[in-house]
């Protein structure tokens, strides 16, 4: 599965929800997931991010991250259609650890 990390919180770009074929975004009021069971790992959307911040779970690391995609895709809305961007984005793209600082 393809899984959505910290760079996407304050920013949301939506870029990624366009692509996805099955429809497996879903919102939250800073930041995106993937149901991690419903993404079928074409990585379309991974080069669509403008924050980099759509990675697979092969990288090192990355199981709280599945864990965190899976726990809130069942809690959050779904989201097909791309909106703006969240008014801090551009300034607040590449903050270190948005999970602690940003996340809400
Ligand atoms: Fe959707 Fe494909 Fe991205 Fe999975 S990898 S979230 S199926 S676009
Ligand atoms: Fe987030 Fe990137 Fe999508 S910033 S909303 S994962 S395009």
């Given at each position: 599965?393809?899984?959505?990390?910290?760079?996407?919180?304050?920013?949301?770009?939506?870029?990624?929800?366009e692509?996805?074929?099955?429809?497996?975004f879903?919102?939250?009021?800073?930041?995106?997931?993937?149901?991690?069971?419903?993404?079928?790992?074409c990585?379309?959307?991974?080069?669509?991010?403008?924050?980099?911040?759509?990675?697979?779970?092969?990288?090192?690391?990355?199981?709280?991250?599945?864990?965190?995609?899976?726990?809130?895709?069942?809690?959050?809305?779904?989201?097909?259609?791309?909106?703006?961007?969240?008014?801090?984005?551009?300034?607040?793209?590449?903050t270190?650890?948005k999970?602690?600082?940003?996340?809400?």
């Amino acid at each position: 599965t393809y899984v959505v990390t910290d760079n996407c919180i304050a920013c949301k770009y939506t870029d990624c929800v366009e692509v996805c074929p099955v429809d497996c975004f879903y919102e939250g009021e800073n930041m995106l997931v993937i149901h991690p069971d419903e993404c079928i790992d074409c990585g379309v959307c991974e080069p669509e991010c403008p924050a980099d911040a759509i990675r697979p779970d092969t990288e090192p690391d990355m199981e709280n991250w599945v864990e965190f995609n899976r726990k809130y895709s069942e809690a959050w809305p779904v989201i097909i259609t791309k909106k703006d961007q969240l008014p801090e984005a551009e300034a607040l793209d590449g903050t270190p650890n948005k999970l602690e600082s940003h996340f809400s």
